[in-house]
């Protein structure tokens, strides 16, 4: 019997193409003031950062507000770290209603995050494993892809605000 934690409906891989240098992209994964810009913003989420260091055993800690009065408070803890090419972190979660109920949470699911050049551009490829059911998988898949469109945003505004070179890089 396969073990649940490998079940496809439990394993949420996000690609995708960033126009940006894999150093640049990879910064925004692990320096709290580019994180801060980025991560888990969209739509109208407050985001606060009680905690953020990203070094091997490090602990980062977020609490996400949404529009509907909902938090989510977040622990990343960092396993391994390879500039500029890899991020591999636990991810563990929990969910309150706007009254402070608890709603849903996981502990010990798993990211990787795959920093891949392409020319000018860079390769993100996420995975995250180990939730417990589909519906947690749909809402993950869902939140990484608002977190990746405001990642390309972000990254988009760093280039514009760039002095001008004769590259197609900044």
């Given at each position: 019997m396969?073990?649940p934690l490998r079940?496809?409906e439990?394993?949420v891989?996000v690609?995708?193409?960033?126009?940006?240098?894999?150093?640049?992209?990879f910064?925004?994964?692990?320096?709290r003031e580019?994180?801060e810009?980025?991560m888990c913003?969209?739509?109208?989420?407050e985001?606060?950062y009680?905690a953020?260091d990203?070094?091997p055993?490090?602990v980062?800690?977020?609490?996400?507000k949404?529009a509907q009065?909902q938090?989510?408070?977040?622990?990343i803890?960092y396993?391994?770290?390879?500039?500029?090419s890899?991020?591999?972190f636990?991810w563990?979660?929990?969910e309150?209603?706007?009254?402070?109920?608890k709603?849903?949470?996981?502990?010990?699911t798993l990211?990787?995050?795959?920093f891949?050049?392409?020319?000018?551009?860079?390769?993100?490829?996420l995975t995250?494993?180990?939730?417990?059911?589909?519906?947690?998988?749909?809402r993950h898949?869902?939140g990484w892809?608002?977190?990746?469109?405001?990642l390309a945003e972000?990254l988009?505004a760093?280039?514009?605000a760039?002095?001008?070179?004769?590259?197609?890089?900044?």
């Amino acid at each position: 019997m396969a073990s649940p934690l490998r079940a496809p409906e439990t394993k949420v891989e996000v690609r995708r193409m960033f126009v940006a240098p894999r150093e640049k992209v990879f910064e925004a994964w692990t320096q709290r003031e580019k994180l801060e810009k980025w991560m888990c913003r969209f739509p109208r989420n407050e985001t606060r950062y009680i905690a953020s260091d990203a070094q091997p055993g490090a602990v980062s800690v977020m609490e996400v507000k949404t529009a509907q009065g909902q938090t989510l408070k977040q622990t990343i803890t960092y396993r391994d770290i390879e500039p500029p090419s890899k991020l591999v972190f636990q991810w563990d979660w929990q969910e309150f209603s706007a009254a402070g109920e608890k709603i849903d949470e996981a502990h010990d699911t798993l990211v990787t995050v795959e920093f891949q050049p392409r020319g000018n551009f860079t390769e993100v490829i996420l995975t995250h494993e180990g939730l417990r059911t589909a519906e947690q998988r749909a809402r993950h898949e869902r939140g990484w892809i608002g977190c990746f469109d405001a990642l390309a945003e972000t990254l988009k505004a760093q280039h514009s605000a760039a002095p001008s070179t004769n590259c197609d890089v900044f």
